[in-house]
């Protein structure tokens, strides 16, 4: 199938930053080969996991061309290149294509409360921009504006977008956007807390900001629904979700946190920027705990 290339566990790209913090190529490639290693199905490079928001143009080009550069060919690539203006999108947009992305994808626009028309416009001047292909990226609780199924059947009369990644929390949505695009499009499950049941609902795989912090965890899961075994599915779901509130409960931000976690499991790719919360001395312990639910997890699942 055509699109079957977007199918499966694809974690959200890090930000990968140096002891200065700037943008590191040498640990950027370490983390690409750790995520090919683990054999996930792609990643999705430059959204929120890849802390865009805090990075300027330049910066978001070299991680997209560092990545490229190590996994073109290895796994499905898909660039993240909603910017605060369309004009910058669009020149991520080219730069990704010319590195040979295999999709685009976008938040609608940031800051300003637009209105639909203006959202459709955004999307369409980034799709109109290169020949690659298009996911369309829904927040709300990020960007504060809700797709609706309305919306999303009107950008599908163009054949270039082809599905969307969804992070709202109700899987109903999921279920809704594919009732709307069926077999044609691709949709994505956002919330990690809910992969199974985002599974369940019609997602065709997921894009996670938590999945590179255990991959096997979640590639099992995936596993499990793939083969019908729903009651395995529903216990690994859990486990995943005790660790995640774990990520989610320290002083420093999730990110952070997940960094330390993937130093701990040998891949060093500094910490956050600024205004995220760094960790503090007293998560470090915290984190231990955190690696060895990970470990047990492993273990226990993934034999
Ligand atoms: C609101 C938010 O950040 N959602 C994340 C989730 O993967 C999230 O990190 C996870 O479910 C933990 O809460 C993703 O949907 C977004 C994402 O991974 C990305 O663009 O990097």
Known sequence: MRLEKFHGIIPAFYACYDDQGDISEARTNALCDYLHEKKVNGVYVGGSSGECIYQNLDERKAVLSY????????????????????????????????????????????YFKLPDSSVYKYWNEIIEATPLEFIIYNIPQTTGYTLTTALFE????????????????????????KRVGGDNVVVFNGPDEQYVAGR?????????????????????????????????AKRIQSCINDIIIALCS??????????????????????????????????????????????????????
């Open 67 to 110: 990545v490229a550069n190590r996994l073109k060919g290895k796994m499905t690539l898909i660039a993240h290149v909603g910017a605060p203006s369309t004009r910058d999108s669009i020149t991520l947009a080219k730069h990704a294509a010319e590195l040979g992305y295999d999709a685009l994808s976008a938040i609608p626009p940031i």
């Open 200 to 232: 369940i609902m019609g997602a065709d795989g997921g894009i996670g900001g938590t999945y590179a912090a255990m991959p096997e965890l979640f590639l099992q899961a995936n596993e499990f629904f793939l083969q019908g075994k729903f009651e395995e």
């Open 154 to 177: 009107k950008l599908l009369a163009n054949p270039k977008v082809i599905g969307v990644k969804n992070s709202s929390m109700p899987t109903m949505d999921i279920e809704r956007f």
């Open 250 to 303: 320290q002083n420093g931000s999730m990110y952070a946190v997940i960094k330390e976690v993937l130093n701990r499991r040998g891949v060093n790719i500094g910490g956050v920027r600024g205004p995220l919360e760094g960790i503090s001395t007293e998560d470090l312990g915290r984190i231990d705990s955190i690696v060895t639910m990970i470990d047990e997890a492993v273990q226990e699942f993934c034999k």
